[in-house]
């Protein structure tokens, strides 16, 4: 057994440190009576209590003898007991009191400020869900109002008593507290909802935890709940609202696991904020027959997987505030009960609903219908911003065939106030209505769309089908629209079964029909032909188009617009208003428009089209013989059957009035027009028909340039309201324009007529664009340029045949000259410039100069087609200089621009690739424009002035015919110095430097240079490093000079041969590096170009050398102590210190003389002397030195060997004796000097 009492109690902080219990017992109120198995828990007044204490009394039946628990919630603490023992659990959270035997205790806890609950049961069946009824009580100021009794009694029944009650009265209030409601109350638990929604003191239940239902719950009041998003399972239960009640319930989400709905009863119920349902959710949202159901703000995603039942059943449903809410379930609304009929509908203030029924279901059985309407329904989306998006996918037919149902006699259907209605089908219809005297009133800017994607087969599945019952009524009104589209298969967009449905268009309004269709192109006359609109089993049907700009619009790709079978049916198109009906039969007479008795009244309409496209033509009109076809004031225009229907017509009226009869309009009754009466004949021959009321409008006046020398426009007529404007025909529409010069005056004024195209071409291309229709094009006079400043005007357009003055044309009000005036444009590069006269390009130039060039005009230049960053201005004279960065390249391709600074032709169609942000440029070549041509930019060959291709060959010579070289050879050089180049280039300042061999020394006298002495100051001969420069002076193209110059071998020379080169060095046209742009620095050295001689060699190879001494005696000494004699007497050398050697290496042998002289005579210090005393034998003769040569040695050597001539001496037949005569030598040193002499001494052969 388990007994629980909760009292809740609310401590305010204060300012002041002093708690005061604001509730007050009444002194007269007596201990109460404890029941059986009765747990009570009471607030103990006492101003004397500590300020933070609560003391409690706990009283308790004489049956509980087990312990009692009490849930301490976080914030409240245990401080003591008295009478009794208690124990704290380890999480404080629980406290356990042992009975006593008085069966009360007093406990004293103490709290934090907040709102708390104290619950006390015993621990039979503790883990038990247990509904409570809360006390508040504020501690602090008294306040008014304030509570009476303290005490709350729950009685815990005994299980027998449990099971005779209903699930949902488990739990009984005994005690309900008197005076005001408490404003809110926490639950936790599905019990403790429960006893707050049936505690009429409750005005507001705040979920603290997610809830599982474990009955019904009751509610017959207003109170709300707010649910903080946590979930309520309502498994198998639901929440009742009873007819008094209504329950508003914010932020939740809920799941459930049976057929039921979370919400039943006939009260009203309201949820908002969050409202959402789990994935594997089953429930409902609401079945409430007879009641109502509001989601108000909400932000909503409901489902209900497989279950077919509906999300809501309710007489009246409110969608409103912003909602957005999407549906997945297979069903969303149903109403079937008579306890609904009169339901409503409501869907507004922005709200956005999407019920989407794509489960799938088969093509059998009452399934797949998101809305399904069986008791008469008022339903209205109203409201800017308010979507109402309904998709389904299911494949059922007949009385279960719409995604949408409506099936109840005098239903409405309103969309009102700028709201959206659209129902798309994958299949079955989207709409299917089973309503007689019902109502589509869609007004004030709305919109409502029907769309499906095919028809499943079914041959009366169209988009829209009135079922069984006619007399139904469509009001478009107040510029609105509906739209009725079929994308496939061969049942009608809309199907009308019965009499007396209407449609009326009004105030600007569009009703659209169109039907894409299946397969080949059907004719009218039966069910799933391809019709966009049919008409079955009754007459008196209508279209009435009333208010200027409303539109009817219809149309079947591959069948007839409209098909009445054999029914009647009254078309009337109002003042200024549309009709179109187009559509493709299988045969020629298979009309477009197919029915009995047909009047169609058409008065001064802005356009009507009808037109059967099928190949070869067919008819627009069949029908009885008690029809009429009236056309009040307006053009007609017709087009025979085969030809091109849009191209220009076979025959055009303007601004008659005609009447046809009789079967198909065979028969023209009465016409204003005698051309029309004699010419028209039947409707039959005709596969389109139109009349067009409208004003011409000029929407392009061709942005003109200066490189044109026509004006261009065109010109388009409206048709349909939700077709496009087509071009103007042929000769159709004239205009009048003027041209303006840039002062204002006029130059000209033209008039023209519009070029229309049909199928065998026509129209007019403007400057190689694809040819179109509805061009003007007028010449300038005198076959001149448009000039860049002058301003074109379209001061006028006119439909008709007549002039622009008439009063038979369609005169086009300013609105409808589209175009502004427009002022020709500047495309026109300037004129290319010229060089200035002194100007050459070539690969030493630093600057290019210009002239007679477009004054402020951008110069830019491009190498190669590689555009150099730099730009310089025209001058206001027109010339201008270029400083280029670097020197050019030969053969480099030089091309300078001009472009203008006219800025970006804007609005120019197609401007050329010459212009740009800042102007207009050269062509890089000659490029036509429009009627223009535009001249290239010139182009400059860069000139090879640098005399690169220079050259010295260097030659010898020696001074013998053996041409063989040796000491004392004279050799001859030669300088050829050459300027190779061909085109005009100087090598300027040339000097060749040749840098001798040590063993040659210069003649520098030889030098010349072409055959002439040069001057001193042009010979630089350096004697130490022997280097001899020679200044040549300037060689233009080819161009050569000659230096010789004369050298004599020395003997350093011998046995070695003498190479030898030289080089030439003179001056280019280019600066030396860094480059500076700019004009020429005449101070600046020049660039130098330096060639190299061929290398060559002495004539002959080594040099042979010469004839020459090896060595000679330096002392021949007769010997010391010589005895004077007084005879002759002849004393022989006694010492000579040295050989005498001579070698003959010259490369020709030539015979030598070797003599010797005495150049001083033997002398004694004493100047005492010898004379004659010195003697040379030869070959046996004797003969005396003296002061004359005498031959030593004579002979021609065979060879380069040395000959020792000493080795001959010995006294006898070769060699020097001393012969001293008696007197003749005193006793003292003598000596004297010879010279020796080698002489070449060749013979005279």
């Keep these: 057994m388990k007994k629980k009492i909760v009292v809740s109690i609310l401590i305010l902080g204060m300012s002041s440190a002093l708690f005061i219990i604001s509730n007050y017992f009444k002194s007269n109120i007596q201990a109460t009576d404890l029941i059986e198995n009765e747990i009570k828990l009471q607030l103990i007044p006492n101003s004397d209590q500590k300020t933070d204490e609560i003391r409690v009394e706990l009283e308790y039946s004489e049956g509980i003898t087990e312990a009692i628990l009490i849930d301490l919630p976080e914030g409240i603490e245990f401080q003591e007991i008295e009478n009794g023992q208690a124990t704290l659990s380890n999480d404080k959270k629980v406290l356990t009191i042992d009975p006593v035997e008085t069966k009360k205790s007093i406990l004293t806890f103490r709290g934090e400020p907040g709102e708390y609950s104290l619950v006390a049961y015993t621990k039979a069946k503790a883990d038990a869900k247990i509904s409570s009824l809360p006390l508040v009580l504020e501690m602090g100021k008294v306040k008014e109002n304030e509570l009476e009794e303290t005490e709350v009694l729950i009685e815990k ?12 009265e488990i739990v009984e209030v005994t005690d309900i507290i008197e005076g005001d409601a408490v404003a809110e109350q926490e639950v936790s638990t599905w019990d403790q909802f429960v006893q707050a929604l049936g505690n009429a003191s409750i005005s507001k239940i705040i979920l603290k935890n997610n809830l599982i239902a474990t009955s019904n719950a009751q509610v017959n009041r207003k109170v709300e709940v707010e649910g903080n998003n946590f979930l309520i399972n309502s498994v198998s239960y639901s929440i009742k609202a009873q007819e008094s009640a209504d329950l508003a319930v914010k932020d939740i989400k809920f799941t459930g ?24 959710n089953l429930t409902g949202m609401a079945s409430m027959s007879g009641g109502s159901f509001t989601m108000d703000g909400v932000d909503a995603n409901y489902d209900r997987g497989s279950n077919q039942n509906p999300a809501i059943e309710a007489k009246y449903l409110t969608i409103t505030n912003g909602s957005k809410f999407v549906s997945e379930s297979e069903r969303f609304y149903r109403i079937t009960n008579k306890a609904d009929n009169g339901a409503t509908v409501v869907i507004d203030k922005g709200s956005k609903v999407r019920t989407s029924s794509m489960k799938g279901t088969t093509s059998t059985g009452d399934r797949g219908q998101a809305w399904q309407m069986e008791q008469k329904v008022d339903m209205f989306v109203r409201d800017a911003g308010t979507e109402l998006y309904v998709e389904g996918n299911g494949k059922q037919r007949a009385s279960n065939g719409g995604i949408f149902m409506i099936f109840a006699d005098n239903s409405t259907l309103n969309v009102l106030d700028g709201a959206d209605m659209q129902v798309h089908s994958q299949y079955a219809s989207a709409v299917m209505l089973q309503s007689s005297g019902g109502q589509f009133n869609v007004k004030n800017n709305s919109t409502l769309k029907l769309s499906q994607k095919e028809d499943n087969g079914y041959n009366l599945g169209s988009t829209l089908r009135f079922r069984v019952e006619g007399d139904m009524t469509f009001n478009v009104e107040e510029n609105s629209k509906i739209e009725i589209l079929k994308d496939s298969g061969y049942a009608p967009s809309i199907r009308m079964y019965g009499g007396g449905n209407k449609v009326n268009v009004r105030s600007g309004s569009d009703f659209i029909v169109k039907n894409k269709g299946e397969g080949n192109p059907q004719d009218p006359g039966g069910n799933a032909n391809n019709q966009a609109l049919q008409y079955t089993s009754g007459g008196n049907n209508e279209f009435n188009l009333t208010g200027e700009n409303s539109s009817v619009d ?126 028209f004949g039947s409707a039959t021959n005709y596969s389109r028909m139109s009349a067009n009321n409208q004003s011409a409008i000029v929407d392009e006046l061709r942005m003109p340039t200066d490189a044109d020398k026509f004006i261009f426009g065109h010109v388009s007529v409206p048709e349909g309201k939700n077709d496009e404007n087509r071009d103007a025909w042929t000769d159709e529409v004239g205009v009048r324009v003027t041209l303006y010069n840039s002062d204002g005056t006029k130059s000209q004024e033209f008039s023209s007529r519009t070029i229309g195209k049909d199928s065998s071409g026509g129209g007019l291309s403007v400057y190689g664009e694809p040819s179109r229709g509805g061009m003007f094009k007028i010449p300038v006079k005198n076959n001149e340029f448009l000039k860049v400043g002058q301003k074109i005007e379209v001061n006028a357009a ?23 005036d427009k002022t020709v444009v500047d495309v026109t590069p300037p004129l290319p410039t010229e060089l200035a006269t002194s100007t050459t390009i070539d690969n030493a130039t630093k600057q290019i100069k210009g002239m007679n060039s477009e004054p402020g005009s951008i110069v830019t230049i491009e190498i190669n087609g590689k555009p150099i960053e730099k730009s310089v201005v025209v001058g206001a004279t027109g010339e201008w200089t270029y400083d280029l960065p670097y020197y050019l390249d030969k053969s480099d391709v030089v091309q300078v621009f001009l472009r203008d600074q006219a800025g970006k032709a804007i609005e120019v169609k197609n401007p050329p690739v010459t212009n740009d942000e800042i102007g207009n440029v050269n062509p890089k070549k000659d490029m036509s424009y429009h009627d223009a041509i535009f001249k290239a930019a010139p182009q400059f060959v860069v000139n090879d002035v640098l005399a690169d291709e220079n050259s010295i060959i260097k030659s010898v010579s020696v001074d013998n015919e053996n041409n063989a070289t040796q000491v004392g050879s004279v050799l001859s050089y030669t300088l050829n110095i050459s300027n190779n180049k061909k085109t005009a280039a100087t090598w300027g300042n040339v000097w060749v430097e040749d840098s001798l061999a040590q063993e040659l020394k210069l003649d520098k006298e030889s030098v010349k240079v072409n055959g002439s002495t040069v001057s001193d100051d042009k010979v630089i001969y350096d004697p130490v490093t ?93 010997g010391d102590n010589l005895k004077i004699s007084s005879n002759t007497k002849e004393y022989p050398v006694e ?111």
Excluded: C
Aim: charged share 25%; proline share 4%.
């Design 798 to 820: 006119w439909r008709g045949t007549d002039g622009e003055g008439s009063n038979n044309v369609h005169l086009s009000s300013p609105e409808d000259i589209q175009v502004t």
């Design 257 to 280: 696991t049976s057929s039921s709905a979370l919400f039943s009863g006939n009260g009203k119920v309201t949820v908002k904020g969050n409202f959402n349902s789990l994935s594997n």
């Design 1135 to 1245: 010492l000579l210190d040295d050989n005498l050697v001579v070698q003959d290496s010259r490369a020709i042998k030539e015979s030598w003389t070797l003599t010797a002289k005495m150049t001083q005579e033997l002398t004694s210090p004493t100047k005492k002397t010898l004379p004659n005393s010195l003697q040379y034998i030869r070959d046996g003769q004797k003969n005396v030195m003296s002061s004359d040569s005498l031959i030593i040695e004579e002979q021609t050597s065979n060879d380069d060997d040395e000959v020792v001539v000493s080795e001959k001496w010995d006294s006898k037949s070769n060699g020097f004796i001393l012969s001293v005569k008696p007197g003749e030598a005193y006793p003292e040193a003598y000596q004297g000097t010879i010279e020796w002499t080698l002489q070449d001494t060749p013979s005279n052969d």
């Design 1026 to 1118: 022997n280097i001899v420069k020679i200044y040549v002076g300037n060689l233009v193209e080819k161009e050569n000079a000659v230096v010789t110059f004369d050298t004599k071998v020395t003997s350093s020379a011998i046995g070695k041969v003498i190479e030898n080169k030289a080089l030439a060095q003179g001056e280019l046209a280019r600066e030396i590096d860094p480059f500076e742009p700019g004009a020429l620095i005449p101070e600046k050295e020049k660039q130098k170009n330096q060639v190299e001689s061929n290398i060559v060699t002495n004539p002959g190879g080594p040099i042979f050398g010469m004839l020459e001494f090896v060595s000679a005696p330096k002392t021949i000494s007769f």
């Design 157 to 168: 029944k005994d299980q027998q008593d449990q099971q005779d009650q209903p699930s949902e």
């Design 554 to 679: 219809i149309q079947a790709n591959l069948g007839a617009a409209i098909d009445a079978e054999n029914n009647s049916i009254d078309i009337n198109a109002g003042n200024q208003t549309y009709f179109v009906a187009r559509g493709t039969t299988a045969k020629e007479k298979g009309a477009i428009f197919n029915g009995g008795a047909m009047n169609f009244v058409m008065t001064n309409p802005k356009y009507f089209d009808f037109r059967n496209d099928r190949e070869g033509g067919g008819y627009l009109f069949s029908n009885s013989a008690k029809s009429k076809l009236q056309i009040i004031n307006s053009d007609i225009s017709v087009w025979d059957k085969g030809t091109y229907l849009d191209g220009n017509p076979s025959k055009t009226w303007t601004l008659i009035n005609a009447t046809l009869s009789q079967a198909n309009f065979n028969k023209v009754d009465s016409s204003s027009s005698a051309d029309f009466l004699s010419r």
